[in-house]
């Protein structure tokens, strides 16, 4: 048993150096995904208006058109454009969309950017970059959950897994069931 609790210390110790990283990356991701009602975490969204001198009498073409969205901040690519039910001018762009009023000639322009560094991080967490990482993420788990169990063997004594941690280990089962239970 004494050679089992010393091979479990030093895995244990070295697959969580191993998984810092990693864990850290998750943990994060995970935060900014569990609030992805109150905010995007992919993306920021700005919005500009700005002014054409598009009015009713304008002949609406596809040249017309790129020129009004040539002013703005951003740069915009234009897919194409057309007249909504409201009279409005409604122009796709890449990552965004813009609605020009030819009554006033105003345009409000919706336009997604990539929060930078948290897209990506999401993107791995969600593991929908490619089978390769969903193989590298799944070694992930399968290394917590090694981390997880071999963590409860360490500790001996009165502070080891049998007198005091399967208190903590039954309530972070308990906690989870709960909410399962309440509110799915």
Request: charged share 20%.
């Amino acid at each position: 048993m004494k050679k089992l609790r010393k091979l479990l210390r030093v895995l244990h110790r070295d697959l969580g150096y191993f998984i810092v990283g990693m864990t850290l990356v998750y943990s994060l991701s995970g935060i900014f995904l569990n609030h992805r009602h109150d905010f995007n975490p992919d993306y920021k969204i700005i919005t500009e208006n700005f002014q054409t001198s598009i009015t009713f009498d304008t002949p609406v073409s596809e040249e017309v058109v790129k020129n009004a969205l040539e002013g703005l901040e951003y740069d915009v690519t234009y897919k194409k454009h057309y007249m909504n039910n409201q009279g409005n001018i409604k122009v796709f762009v890449e990552n965004g969309e813009v609605v020009i009023n030819p009554q006033t000639g105003k345009g409000t322009m919706d336009y997604l950017q990539r929060r930078p560094v948290i897209f990506e991080m999401n993107m791995l967490h969600k593991a929908t970059i490619g089978s390769l990482w969903k193989w590298v993420s799944d070694g992930m788990a399968v290394i917590l959950l090694f981390v997880a169990v071999s963590g409860l063997f360490l500790l001996k004594g009165k502070r080891g897994f049998g007198r005091w941690g399967w208190w903590f280990t039954i309530t972070g089962i308990i906690v989870p069931l709960f909410f399962a239970l309440m509110y799915i």
